[in-house]
């Protein structure tokens, strides 16, 4: 067994450590420009056959159809919206949750294996009752702590998921609960206009009920740094003949302000320079009609890519 405790183990962020030659990254940053940015490039620049595990917390793919974009903006936290590059369900990020990202080759990918070791991590903690469900989801009884979304290039793939440990479960609710009527922040159309919106062509997010680890029985002592030790442990004995000894599940500790070299300094500014325009975070959306009333009956707009390319007015 791969011996290995959060507490004892540590190395420092050097040019040396932050390689994509180490197999396991701990990022202090809560930026999550930075942190999905690092996310890429580890994703991108890793050896072939080597398997990644990512751990970080952000602060507080339809935009629209999935975000409350009103309460967003009223929150007092000062929440962010950012598009993640795996595309899947919109999440809500806060302290109180904790992301983990598992790459592998792609030959070697298995969505059940991934999911599997991260069921087994939490039930390590002492929570009970805890299965995978059809969708890869990893719940607590009949209620979900952990939603998944995954991306695979030629080369490479990776599992990553969002795991509840102590989050606002009511402001999770206030900012992914859509109302029926809706406005379109980054639309070139009057801001007061509110209509409804029917998507083509896409998979909408499945609404599950949720729970926090800390509230189910035998949760009530986790924390970021458990649940950190947890995976990092079964990831650790789930790929130990590919990581070969204790050392290889040493993680690093990455944040804004570690000292990276040239390439991979310029690779992550360049990730969150794009993620932070208008054409991602809006413009590679899903076609779909917004539907909103006038005076004289229904308007109806066809966008796409975030652009209005048609519009229709339907007399009373």
């Known amino acids: 067994m791969l011996a290995w405790r959060l507490s004892k183990r540590c190395f420092s962020s050097t040019l040396e450590h932050v390689s994509p030659a180490r197999s396991v990254f701990i990022l202090n940053s809560t930026?999550?420009?930075?942190?999905?940015?690092?996310?890429?490039?580890?994703?991108?620049?890793?050896?072939?056959?080597?398997?990644?595990?990512?751990?970080?917390?952000?602060?507080?793919?339809?935009?629209?159809?999935?975000?409350?974009?009103?309460?967003?903006?009223?929150?007092?936290?000062?929440?962010?919206?950012?598009?993640?590059?795996?595309?899947?369900?919109?999440?809500?990020?806060?302290?109180?949750?904790?992301?983990?990202?598992?790459?592998?080759?792609?030959?070697?990918?298995?969505?059940?294996?991934?999911?599997?070791?991260?069921?087994?991590?939490?039930?390590?903690?002492?929570?009970?009752?805890?299965?995978?469900?059809?969708?890869n989801d990893v719940c607590a009884g009949d209620k979900k702590v952990s939603g998944s979304a995954y991306k695979i290039i030629s080369h490479r793939a990776y599992h990553h998921g969002t795991m509840l440990l102590s989050t606002d479960l009511s402001s999770l609710g206030n900012i992914l609960r859509v109302p029926e009527?809706?406005?379109?922040?980054?639309?070139?159309?009057?801001?007061?206009?509110?209509?409804?919106?029917?998507?083509?062509?896409?998979?909408?997010?499945?609404?599950?009920?949720?729970?926090?680890?800390?509230?189910?029985?035998?949760?009530?002592?986790v924390s970021h740094e458990t649940f950190c030790e947890a995976v990092i442990r079964e990831f650790g004995e789930e790929y130990k003949e590919e990581l070969g000894s204790a050392t290889e599940v040493d993680p690093v500790y990455v944040d804004e302000h570690t000292a990276l070299s040239r390439d991979t300094d310029s690779f992550i500014r360049k990730g969150i320079e794009e993620l932070k325009t208008w054409d991602w975070m809006y413009g590679q959306t899903p076609q779909f009609t917004f539907t909103y009333q006038d005076n004289n009956g229904d308007i109806e707009l066809h966008l796409k890519r975030g652009v209005v390319v048609e519009s229709k007015k339907v007399f009373k």
């Open 181 to 221: 009527k809706v406005s379109l922040p980054g639309v070139d159309i009057p801001s007061e206009i509110q209509g409804k919106i029917q998507i083509s062509n896409s998979i909408a997010s499945v609404r599950s009920p949720v729970v926090n680890l800390r509230v189910c029985q035998g949760g009530e002592n």
């Open 31 to 135: 930026d999550p420009w930075f942190n999905l940015s690092f996310e890429d490039w580890l994703f991108r620049n890793a050896p072939n056959n080597s398997p990644k595990l990512l751990l970080y917390r952000c602060r507080p793919s339809n935009p629209w159809a999935e975000v409350n974009f009103p309460a967003l903006k009223s929150d007092e936290r000062n929440i962010e919206y950012v598009r993640r590059r795996s595309g899947g369900g919109t999440v809500y990020h806060d302290f109180g949750n904790t992301n983990f990202s598992i790459h592998t080759s792609r030959l070697k990918f298995n969505r059940d294996r991934t999911s599997q070791l991260v069921r087994r991590a939490v039930e390590s903690l002492g929570i009970r009752n805890v299965t995978v469900n059809e969708r």
